[in-house]
Each structure stands twice: as structure tokens, then as C-alpha cells.
T-cell receptor
Framework: DSGVTQTPKHLITATGQRVTLRCSPR?????VYWYQQSLDQGLQFLIQ???????AKGNILERFSAQQFPDLHSELNLSSLELGDSALYFC???????????????FGPGTRLTVL | SQKIEQNSEALNIQEGKTATLTCNYT??????LQWYRQDPGRGPVFLLL?????KEKRKERLKVTFDTTLKQSLFHITASQPADSATYLC????????????FGSGTRLQVQP
């Protein structure tokens, strides 16, 4: 158990809909990351937050947005969903980026999103 | 552009042999490099970190090397077991302090009993 929790575990929805994925980082970790992994594909970095502020952006679509709250949990919002958005969405946390002693990422179990 | 390359073809080896996986990168000068293991449908799990001034790091049956001249890291699993079958990802810090780790696409290892 990594200490990172994600809800829900599974989500099935229809095209055009909007969903929210939730992540709670490990206790003490200030940084949260979101990744998308489609079937048999590599991890695609979406976005990173550090202590409530956006720190880095990857290939995140404009239909997607995220935020990190004062209690450090994070939410990823996906809107106007398309079939191609079906994937595993992982959240990871680390103590602090940029230093080898604190930059190890701990991943949650993921949310499997299916768009029908 | 910046690039991380891992062999996309699966590596099949016999139980008891040493598995060697490769991670090559271009246009980076990472201060450190990490290796993760990912099982199907699960999140990656951290295995080892090696810093730029370290040539080699070991942990039980795992060994990682880091050659900053060749821009390459090798990941070895000795006395491999079927339970070692998984996808192994390397990850680099691209822009220390400002960006998230960048992950390679991973190499799938299959250990045959």
C-alpha cells in the first residue's frame, strides 16, 4: 500500500459527460501528479501541483482541469468526455520535487474510466 | 527534443538468468534517475534511485548502473523469478525542481519457469 488513495476505482460514463476523480496524497507529501495511461500505452504526464499551486503541465487537454486543495487532496476534472478518454488515471505524490531524497513518486491504485 | 528510450519489445528470459533492461536518453542532463516496476492495471512502484555521481547501485537482486557519458542506465535483475515478470519503467528528472519526473514507456519482462 503506497499510502495514496484514489476514488472512485471504476467509473463508467457516456460521451459528453463530466467526471471528477479524487486523490489523497501520502501523509506529509506536498506534491501531487496526475497521469493518464491508455491500454498498453506508457504513462502520460498531465499536471503537477505543489502545495496548492500548479507547478508543471504536460499534455493535458483543455477539457481537463485539476486543482489541489488546502488539505492537499487533489481533483482531476474531465469534461466533454470522448471515447478516447477511456484510460487508467493515476495520481502520485512526492514529498518535494527536485531533490533525489524527496522526489520519489508514490502512485495510487488508479481510477479506470470507461467512456461509452 | 528530449527523449527517453526503453526497448518496447518484451524481454523473455528463463528463470534463474539475469535480466538486463536498458534506458537511453538524449538531450537531458539528469541529476538522478529512477526505476519503477508496474504490474498490469496497477500503479508503478518505486524500486531504485541512482544519482549522477554514482556509477552503480544495488538492492538485493537488483542492480542499476548510470553512465552519464553514454546517457544510459542499465537495470539488472539477477537470479530472475517468474514473480519478477512486470513492466519496468525508468524515470528522469528533466528540469530539476521545476518539472515532474519524465517516464520512459517501459519494457515488459517475462520470466519463464
Amino acid at each position: 500500500d503506497s499510502g495514496v488513495t484514489q476514488t472512485p476505482k471504476h467509473l463508467i460514463t457516456a460521451t459528453g459527460q463530466r467526471v471528477t476523480l479524487r486523490c489523497s496524497p501520502r501523509s506529509g507529501d506536498l506534491s501531487v501528479y496526475w497521469y493518464q495511461q491508455s491500454l498498453d500505452q506508457g504513462l502520460q504526464f498531465l499536471i503537477q501541483y505543489y502545495n496548492g499551486e500548479e507547478r508543471a503541465k504536460g499534455n493535458i487537454l483543455e477539457r481537463f482541469s485539476a486543482q489541489q486543495f488546502p488539505d492537499l487532496h487533489s481533483e482531476l476534472n474531465l469534461s466533454s468526455l470522448e471515447l478516447g478518454d477511456s484510460a487508467l488515471y493515476f495520481c502520485a505524490s512526492s514529498e518535494r520535487p527536485g531533490h533525489p531524497a524527496t522526489d520519489t513518486q508514490y502512485f495510487g491504485p488508479g481510477t479506470r474510466l470507461t467512456v461509452l | 527534443s528530449q527523449k527517453i528510450e526503453q526497448n518496447s519489445e518484451a524481454l523473455n528470459i528463463q528463470e534463474g538468468k539475469t535480466a538486463t533492461l536498458t534506458c537511453n536518453y538524449t538531450n537531458y542532463s539528469p541529476a538522478y534517475l529512477q526505476w519503477y516496476r508496474q504490474d498490469p492495471g496497477r500503479g508503478p512502484v518505486f524500486l531504485l534511485l541512482i544519482r549522477e555521481n554514482e556509477k552503480e547501485k544495488r538492492k538485493e537482486r537488483l542492480k542499476v548502473t548510470f553512465d552519464t557519458t553514454l546517457k544510459q542506465s542499465l537495470f539488472h535483475i539477477t537470479a530472475s523469478q517468474p514473480a519478477d515478470s512486470a513492466t519496468y519503467l525508468c524515470a528522469l528528472d528533466v528540469d530539476t525542481g521545476r518539472r515532474a519526473l519524465t517516464f520512459g514507456s517501459g519494457t515488459r519482462l517475462q520470466v519463464q519457469p
